[in-house]
């Protein structure tokens, strides 16, 4: 595998936005919260993703769905764009019913030539403000890759851990699919559009959301330890989820009540995502 990257020197974007309370009461129907927060209560992480939704005209969309490539987000010349993962730290609360701004800019890009094509590597940096208060920095990894050439095999699958301390299933359907993209003002066809996503991107079914399943699993703690204060969030997406098929949400806190590993898996056993908390 060849790699060459770069860091760049991009200029900051700036959104506004205001956290709406009728937003959060959706996420937390879509999420099976019986008490959605209310004006002046903390947002629950990561559900700030519902909010600066790209607003793109739509003469401006792709044939994928994605806003085209080339504005903010650089083009690498390679078709298939997914969100691979990021890592945030909280600093302060995000209040529902709030100012909120976020300045966006490109960290770094980097290209590889590994076994299956060319891939491309975006990091995009966000530092979120509520009500001019510093709340979250957080790092996003944007993936670019190649068609995957016919007859292709797929890389190689991981084995989650056996146990966990923690556990839940959910079987994602076309309504939670529908909502979350609905939510986030994502038009990417690989999540609703079944035709676009066998046909096109080779897919055997729709692909659950990465930024859904990181949630679900922060979700997850949460349920299970109401009271923890999370100072870091860390996330990876390692094979892809899809609808119709189990996955499970899984946690394991270390010992000493620091951290908290979780990760997702499919209804084979296969690691679809790690992440790891960091508590105060």
């Not at 909010?51 to 085209?68: K, L, M, N, S, Y």
């Not at 993936?143 to 016919?150: K, S």
Request: glycine share 8%.
């Amino acid at each position: 595998m060849t790699e060459q990257s770069a860091a760049c020197d991009a200029q900051t974007v700036i959104a506004a936005d205001i956290v709406v309370p009728t937003s959060a009461v959706a996420l937390g129907a879509t999420l099976d919260y019986d008490a959605p927060p209310l004006p002046g209560d903390a947002l629950p992480l990561l559900w700030h993703w519902i909010f600066f939704r790209p607003t793109v005209a739509q003469a401006q969309i792709g044939e994928d769905g994605h806003p085209r490539k080339g504005g903010f987000l650089p083009d690498l010349g390679l078709p298939r764009r997914m969100w691979a993962g990021g890592r945030l730290r909280f600093h302060a609360p995000v209040t529902v019913g709030s100012a909120i701004t976020r300045e966006s800019s490109i960290l770094n890009v980097s290209e590889k030539q590994g076994r299956t094509g060319k891939l491309g590597f975006v990091t995009v940096i966000h530092r979120i403000y509520c009500e001019g208060t510093f709340a979250i920095d957080e790092e996003q990894d944007i993936v670019y890759r190649e068609p995957a050439a016919p007859g292709t095999p797929a890389p190689a699958p991981t084995a989650a851990p056996d146990a966990a301390q923690w556990h839940r299933q959910i079987v994602p359907d076309e309504v939670l699919m529908f909502r979350y993209s609905a939510l986030t003002f994502n038009g990417h066809r690989i999540h609703y559009d079944k035709p676009y996503v066998t046909q096109v991107e080779g897919y055997p079914n729709l692909v659950v959301h990465g930024p859904l399943i990181a949630t679900l699993l922060m979700d997850l703690l949460h349920r299970q330890s109401p009271d923890a204060k999370v100072l870091e969030f860390s996330y990876k997406a390692m094979r892809p989820s899809f609808m119709g098929n189990v996955l499970h949400l899984c946690g394991q806190p270390s010992a000493d009540g620091k951290t908290v590993e979780l990760w997702s898996k499919d209804h084979e056993g296969w690691l679809t995502m790690t992440a790891r908390a960091t508590l105060a």
